[in-house]
């Protein structure tokens, strides 16, 4: 049979009831039609159905108003009193918050059964569906698209309560769903519902027996044109939640013509293209299946898809906030400005770890994370932090071999240059053989002090015809020296400081032996090696302040002076030598107090040479 002569057919049959609902109705069933259960004063109209009348009024018994649904006047007979009976019987079996609560089942004046429903205080859904003032002036909601979603999940939530009691409602559209002033949403209209199985009191039409075509066409199942074999279960009202979907997304009911056949046919023919966010309109296109078990398995599944895209388009939204500052990163390391790369980089791995959070499953995520991740490894790397770039790769399973290569050499430059730089520190510490140190600088350091006094007094005692004898006090400070700093050895040779200084000491005393030797091998008197000897120990000063630390200028300049006293005021030359020694002595002592100083300088300077190289 074609589409079109299956279209004929149906159209037929609608020049007649397009129910089936032709049956007597049971006598008693409406009880003794004089007696009233409750006394209604009725008021205007809210809203006209196909069948029946909402109006509103006022329950006398409890003083507030209800809703009160009867026939329209040009409705009448059983068949119509039973679908309304019907209607209110499937309605009062489903107490639920999304479906209206009724009330009571009364009778007018005539005898005519009405429907006491409680009232709601608020719109039909689709006066707010796409009106994105009223959504916010209602809801406070910027986002319709969103909130369009969260009403069609309530209302799974009363279809799935509705399948599980057995009855599936075959008119689902936003003209059947009220949304409340308080964000309550309820599922109007279960005039057509039907029941899929028999409880045995023939109060509920089955789901086997619907084989007219019953529903809006505007959003129909296939189904639900009815024929030979009814195919009516808890797919069609999935269907029918597909159908809403669309117009959501779309803006207008999914079957649409200019007349009904028009209208049948896009039902057969299947769902019509849907255009919006991938996700929503692949959950749109499986609930509008023409195939009922290629649908959702049930109005659940259909909710926690929904529910997923929510969830889902949270996660694209901090997604898309976290890949702007990604792109940022990448264009503030292209302008190697490490502190705002640093931000973008922090801003952007909270973005996408928010989005993954909420979205496990999201791979785009995952994969701008693992990007911004690399490329900040890189950059530290670069900006020699390797293990910086180490924790980052941490969680990575597939690294680039090039990056691998390049993180595995700087850790291990990084762990060399650590056990150099723990070696230096140990040996400039300040701490080992400190008070050897200490010891061999107060003798030395002390001799220097009285040598000047001592050897003024011990001219006069070296008189002799042989000129060589005036070098012995420098050898015997020599051998003094060398004394001390052979007994210390072991302490001042553990650490580059105090061989620094032990050789200091040893070159300023055999430059003073040298002195002594040179100027009596030239012939100059003793007195005047005595004064040629500042500039000795000014030299040695010096070499200590450029290579040790400039903490010894003042010994260098105390020895400058001593230098030009030696030379314009020849008389003074011991007593200012000894006054200079003193300085150098205090000096040292001072430094030597002040190690940290020293031993930064020359962590810094050996660093320096290490990284030359």
Known sequence: MTIDSTIAALVATLDGDLEIMKTILPPNLLGDPHVSSSRLLLGKTLGEGGMGVVRVATQAALGREVAVKTLRSEHTGQGFERRLLQEAWTTGTLE?????????????????????????EGRVWDELMHDRKAIAREDGSSDPLEWNIRVLMQVCRALQFAHRRGFVHRDLKPENVMVGS?????????????????????????AKDAHAMAGTPAYMAPEMLGGSESNIGPWTDVYLLG????????????????ALPDVLRSVLQGPPPVKGDPELTRICQRAMDAESTARFESVEQFRLALEGFVRHRGARQLAERAHTSHKAMHTHLANEDGAAADAAFAECRFGYRAAIQSWPDFEEAHEHLRDAE??????DLKAGRPEAAQRLLASHVEIPPELRAALDAALSAQSEERETVARLRDD??????????????????????????IREHLRGSFNSDNPWMAIVPAILSAVFVGGVLLWARDSMSKTRINRILAGLLGAMVLGTLFANVIGVAAGLEPASIDSLLPFVWLTGTLVAATTVHIGAIPSALAMAVACFVCIKYPVYRYKVSALANAVVFVNVVVMNRSFKLLRESLEERMSSERRGR
């Open 96 to 120: 639920h918050p999304n479906i209206v609560p009724v009330y009571d089942i009364d009778l007018d004046d005539e005898g005519k059964p009405l429907i006491v429903l409680k009232r709601i």
């Open 182 to 206: 308080f964000g309550e949403v309820y599922v109007l209209d279960w005039g057509i519902a039907v029941a899929l199985s028999d409880d045995g009191t023939g109060r509920f039409p089955l």
């Open 243 to 258: 159908a809403v979907l669309y117009e959501i997304l779309m803006g207008r009911a999914p079957h649409d013509g200019e």
């Open 374 to 379: 690399l490329m900040m490894a890189r950059a």
């Open 428 to 453: 400039v510490s300040q701490d080992v053989g400190q008070r050897t140190r200490s010891f061999v600088l107060a003798v030395i350091c002390g001799l220097w002090v009285l040598g000047p006094i």
